[in-house]
């Protein structure tokens, strides 16, 4: 039975694939959009240390922490206190999207920063 043996194979090429693309649901161009948009890359970039920490580093402090989306989607809504790296302290930059607060970009922004 040949044919049985390849549609076996290509179901389950379908299925790894279909998990791949899972894990990288996020659209980064749009990230990237909508943190330049909110001025994000004044203070943070992806590997160069600014007033924020680099992007790569936060992914890194992040890696593996379940809760990790959840936090920084906190952290980026709620205007928290932020420390600045000459010890001063502000309410960290409120993400704004269009429409406002709008969940699915602010998402897909915290994804992308966590792949990096
Ligand atoms: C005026 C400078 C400034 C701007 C603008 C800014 N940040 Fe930050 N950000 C900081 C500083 C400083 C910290 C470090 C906070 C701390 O460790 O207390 C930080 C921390 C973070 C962290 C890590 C939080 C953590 O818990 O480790 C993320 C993620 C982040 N910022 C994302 C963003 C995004 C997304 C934007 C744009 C919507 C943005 N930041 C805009 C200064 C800024």
Known sequence: MKNTKHILQI?????????????????????????????????????????????????????????????????ITSGEKAKFPDGHEEEHKIVKTSPPKDMDQIKNLVQWILSL
């Open 11 to 75: 179901g389950l090429l379908v299925a790894t694939f279909g998990m791949s693309i899972q894990a990288q649901a996020f659209d980064a161009e749009a990230a990237k959009a909508l943190a330049r948009q909110n001025n994000c890359l004044k203070c943070h970039a992806v590997d160069k240390e600014k007033d924020g920490p680099t992007y790569h580093s936060v992914a890194e402090k992040f890696k593996g922490k379940p809760n990790a989306e959840n936090r920084l989607i906190e952290h």
